[in-house]
Antibody, heavy 122, light 112 residues
Framework: EVQLVESGGGLVQPGGSLRLSCSTS????????MHWVRQAAGKGLEYVSG????????YYADSVKGRFTTSRANSKNTLYLQMSSLRPEDTAVYYC???????????????WGQGTLVTVSS | QSVLTQPPSASGTPGQRVTISCSGS????????VNWYQQLPGTAPKLLIY???QRPSGVPDRFSGSKSGTSASLAISGLQSEDEADYYC?????????????FGGGTKLTVL
């Protein structure tokens, strides 16, 4: 069974940093692109970032470009999201998602982790 | 404002057939496939339809997807109470900066 478990969320002050992790199991992690999608409370889904299976190609939404960095450790089956210069509007549940191919482009997303809540507030 | 447009709400009675629409443009639905996700209350989204009309294993055949031009639809037949959820369409949008993943704003389905 494919499992994605996010961790690292919490309360952080504006301008602060946080690193999310997504520990995976049940599939060949190094063969699939991975993604981060976020959802603010009561709102819809927003695509944040994607990374290719070998980590050589990444994508960031304009809203997080230059502030967030996605990386992966294929030897540890783990995905990361380093978030810096956090803003109140970054407050959301962050989902780790498995892509359907090796490149992050044109994937469908399945499955999704349970999500981790990031709250940016003073 | 979402790039893909969905009605904010839909409803039906048990056993009915309901459809949820998703409208886009030539740069997204018009040139790429559509996915649908179901989000039950308090849970993570789940893939319901991929490649416009394909169901992952385990998804009941009551759920079906279609696409025509720059619009797509999700149909749910034999509506059940457990279908009450938020439904999101998604597609890749091709622009000058490269492909970007876009979602609809979501449709809250109520089973009366």
């Amino acid at each position: 069974e494919v499992q994605l478990v996010e961790s690292g969320g919490g309360l952080v002050q504006p301008g602060g940093s946080l690193r999310l992790s997504c520990s995976t199991s049940g599939f060949g992690f190094s063969s699939y692109a991975m993604h981060w999608v976020r959802q603010a409370a009561g709102k819809g889904l927003e695509y944040v970032s994607g990374i290719s299976s070998d980590g050589g190609s990444t994508y960031y939404a304009d809203s997080v470009k230059g502030r967030f960095t996605t990386s992966r450790a294929n030897s540890k089956n783990t995905l990361y999201l380093q978030m810096s210069s956090l803003r109140p509007e970054d407050t959301a549940v962050y989902y780790c998602v498995k892509g359907s191919g090796t490149t992050w482009r044109y994937n469908w997303f399945d499955p999704w982790g349970q999500g981790t809540l990031v709250t940016v507030s003073s | 404002q979402s790039v893909l447009t969905q009605p904010p709400s839909a409803s039906g009675t048990p056993g009915q057939r309901v459809t949820i629409s998703c409208s886009g443009s030539s740069s997204n639905i018009g040139s790429n496939s559509v996915n649908w996700y179901q989000q039950l209350p308090g849970t993570a989204p789940k893939l319901l339809i991929y490649s416009n009309n394909q169901r992952p294993s385990g998804v009941p055949d009551r759920f079906s997807g279609s696409k025509s031009g720059t619009s797509a639809s999700l149909a749910i037949s034999g509506l059940q109470s457990e279908d009450e959820a938020d439904y999101y369409c998604a597609a890749w949008d091709d622009n000058l900066n490269g492909p970007n993943r876009v979602f609809g704003g979501g449709t809250k389905l109520t089973v009366l």
